[in-house]
């Protein structure tokens, strides 16, 4: 008997191969090996205006004046950002902003506090 991985989706032993795929007979699901190991590689890093590496929960601080999409206001340079939370897309980071609630910001604009 083969040594093959659990399902990553119900965690069931009795997975099989089929032709390049794994398939669980218990939840139907099809996966590739190859294609996992893949994914594990290719894991984006985010970096801020000076290169410095980001992640969940920092705290960061506003580089230049940013005008707010629909809006008159500006989000002035030097404003703080704490607990940023990274997503993916044009605007990378996800974050609440004292003053105007909610916003998404590009990771180009901003420094690591």
């Known amino acids: 008997m083969s040594n093959l991985p ?7 032993q009795y997975t099989y191969e089929d032709g390049h795929l794994l398939v669980c007979p218990e939840c139907a699901h099809e996966w590739s090996l190859t294609a996992d ?3 594990a590689e290719e894991k984006r890093i985010i970096k801020d205006a000076n290169g410095n590496i980001l992640s969940d ?3 960061v601080s506003v580089i230049k004046d940013l005008k707010v999409k ?3 206001s500006v989000i002035k340079i030097g ?3 704490k607990n940023i939370r990274l997503i993916e897309g044009d605007h990378d980071i996800d974050c609440k902003i004292d003053g105007f609630g909610a916003m998404q910001l590009k990771s180009e ?3 690591k506090i």
């Open 79 to 81: 404003t703080k950002v």
């Open 6 to 12: 659990n399902c990553p989706k119900c965690n069931s």
């Open 37 to 39: 190991e893949e994914h």
């Open 70 to 72: 629909g809006s008159s």
């Open 109 to 111: 604009f901003v420094k």
């Open 57 to 59: 929960g920092d705290s």
